[in-house]
Structures are given as structure tokens and as C-alpha cells.
């Protein structure tokens, strides 16, 4: 199914999905597709996708899931599985849908962690890659004291009306879905590191040393764990969100590992 340039709204897996589509700049070069953060959607990116496409020569895809953005809403709780639900259930269906091959994953946070689960199931060889932005393999106890704070900050201050101009009617599930599973008791035992020795494309990890949502382990371990070639970038001055904090770093980091894929 060809995409227009532009953006749109795709059926996939029983939910309708808000994407938008940036045509490719030059023939044989991989998609890209964008799985955005715990809170986040197709909006929040802003036009690090569209840098990211310019500087490679990509066709990029990015979408927001179910529960967020434009998308359609979920229900509430979500399940504590809701990032396996998404590699390898949703992810999968929408590339068969589209006929997307050839394509390199490019996830920040959650949507790092979903990256992981569907690089280690790509049983139809459809990734050339893997970009995981502040990736997420198993639960670490800053990652559970900063989404408390987040909490709090949702209920006390402007979090949530700051949200609600990205998510809408939607900033409800978006944001309690992503709390209020990280935050159950059942979710700290949450851990895909058995995916990874499934991984048989590369990876770039990119990881700052401030990020106050977890530590260096993550990344090392995909680094231990993986199937295939990791390459790490750890980088200084730089938070949670790497192509927020770091950004120029980040887009050339990207740009190298596509043009060598």
C-alpha cells in the first residue's frame, strides 16, 4: 500500500493510527520508522524526523500508537505486556500492511524497548537495522522513582495541560497507560533482555549519561546480549532524550549507521 507524502491516518490491528509519511529523497535506501516515547506521538518529534530523512536520503515513517496523538484511544490500565503487544503483534501487521522491507527501526524510550522485541522476532527479514534512543531492557529503580515524579507533576502541575496540546482527548490514556504500568508492582520483573540474542541486524545504542529514566546497564547489556553488532554512543550533558538533548550528535551518530547499512 504506497503513502502519500504527508500525513494520514492508516487501520491497523483493530485501532486507527495517525502517521505521517516523508518520501524518500533517493532510491535504495532503507524506511525509517519512528516509534516515539512513553508519552509521546507522531507531534513530538517535531522535524527530527524530517532531519533525519534529509541527512540519509530515507523514506521515513513515523505514527503514533494506540492511546496517543491523533490515534484511537485504549483503555485503561493497559496491560503490563503493552510493549511486547506492540513488536509482535502491531509493528509487524502494519509493515506486512504497507509492504514496508528493508527497514531500520528508529525507537526512543518505549519505543526503543518495542525496537528490541521486534528486531529479536524479525522472522521475515524485513530490518536492515535498529536505532534505541535511551532504550529500556529491564526495570531499574530510577526508572520507577522519576515516572512517580512524573506523576505527581501530572496530578499537581501543567504537566498535563502541556500534554493534552499533543494527545488531546487521548492525554488521559496516554499518560495513566504508560504511569500506571511502569508503576504497578508486577511491572518491576519486567525484562526483554531474552530477545536480544534473537537480534541479527545491527543496532546503534545511543544513551546520555544524565538520563534520569535509567543508566548505562541498559545499554550494556544489549551490548552483551545481542545477536548481532552493537554499537554504543554514550553521550555526555545529555538526558533522557537524546534527540532533544544532543541532537546534532545524535542525527550524525544516525545518519553514519544507515549509510553503512
Not at 504506497?2 to 495517525?18: H, I, M, S
Not at 485503561?76 to 531500520?104: K, T
Not at 525507537?107 to 532504550?135: E, F, Q, Y
Not at 504508560?178 to 540474542?197: S, V
Request: hydrophobic content about 45%.
Amino acid at each position: 500500500m504506497p503513502l502519500r507524502d504527508g500525513e494520514g491516518f492508516l487501520d491497523v490491528a483493530g485501532a486507527r493510527l495517525e502517521y505521517r509519511w516523508i518520501a524518500p529523497a533517493r532510491t535504495g535506501r532503507p524506511t525509517l520508522v519512528f516509534l516515539h516515547e512513553g508519552l509521546g506521538c507522531v507531534a513530538l518529534w517535531k522535524d527530527f524526523p524530517d532531519r533525519v530523512a534529509a541527512a540519509t536520503g530515507c523514506g521515513a515513517l513515523v505514527y503514533s500508537r494506540a492511546g496517543y496523538g491523533r490515534s484511537s484511544p485504549v483503555p485503561v490500565p493497559r496491560p503490563l505486556r503493552y510493549m511486547h503487544d506492540e513488536g509482535l503483534e502491531v509493528l509487524p501487521a502494519l509493515l506486512d500492511q504497507l509492504d514496508l522491507r528493508d527497514v531500520v527501526l528508529v525507537g526512543h524510550s518505549d519505543g526503543a524497548s518495542i525496537a528490541l522485541i521486534r528486531a529479536g522476532n524479525d522472522r521475515g527479514g524485513r530490518l536492515s537495522g535498529a536505532v534505541v534512543m535511551a532504550p529500556h531492557v529491564f526495570n531499574e529503580d530510577v526508572s520507577v522513582a522519576s515516572i512517580a515524579k512524573a506523576a505527581e507533576a501530572y496530578r499537581d502541575g501543567d504537566l498535563r495541560s502541556r500534554l493534552r496540546r499533543l494527545h488531546g482527548d487521548n492525554v488521559d490514556c496516554a499518560f495513566w497507560g504508560w504511569n500506571r504500568a511502569w508503576l504497578d508492582p508486577g511491572f518491576r520483573a519486567w525484562n526483554i533482555e531474552e530477545h536480544l540474542p534473537g537480534i541479527r541486524v545491527p543496532v546503534l545504542a545511543i544513551q546520555g549519561s544524565d538520563d534520569e529514566y535509567g543508566t548505562a546497564a541498559q545499554v550494556e547489556a544489549i551490548e552483551a546480549k545481542a545477536g548481532g553488532p552493537v554499537e554504543v554512543l554514550m553521550l555526555d550533558g545529555c538526558g533522557h532524550s537524546p534527540h532533544r538533548d544532543q541532537p546534532e550528535a545524535t542525527l550524525a551518530a544516525i545518519r553514519d549507521f544507515v549509510g553503512a547499512i
